[in-house]
């Protein structure tokens, strides 16, 4: 297997470059070899969000939350995934605690938005 370092960067250029189908590839080896690491479970969480992918997005982010309940960029992401799934409720309920944890203006401004939208 190729350095894991080395896949995870490569991963993550690819998620910036927009190929997520080329960054879950290379993180595959980790996804099997270290299925609780925090940057694999981040990078494939992003790329599967990128893909589309809703389901194995909210499985990657529900399991950062549950190996770091204070992972406030898990909160905001599993606002992503269900703000796009339409469950709006829920997004908000993510965003205050990503808001709480970490008040980032992304974070912030997600969170008006959405608030704003529903009032």
Do not use: C, W
């Amino acid at each position: 297997m190729a350095n894991p370092v080395e896949l995870l960067r490569r991963a993550d250029a690819l998620v910036a470059e927009r190929k997520p189908a080329q960054a879950l590839e290379a993180l595959a080896p980790l996804l099997s070899d270290e299925p609780d690491s925090r940057s694999v479970l981040e990078l494939a969480g992003r790329a599967y969000f990128a893909r589309a992918q809703l389901d194995r997005a909210e499985r990657s982010f529900a399991r950062l939350v549950e190996l770091d309940p204070t992972d406030a960029y898990a909160r905001f992401a599993l606002g992503r995934v269900a703000e796009r799934r339409s469950r709006r409720t829920e997004a908000v309920g993510h965003y205050r605690i990503a808001v709480a944890l970490d008040p980032r203006p992304e974070y912030r401004q997600r969170l008006d938005d959405l608030e704003r939208q529903a009032s």
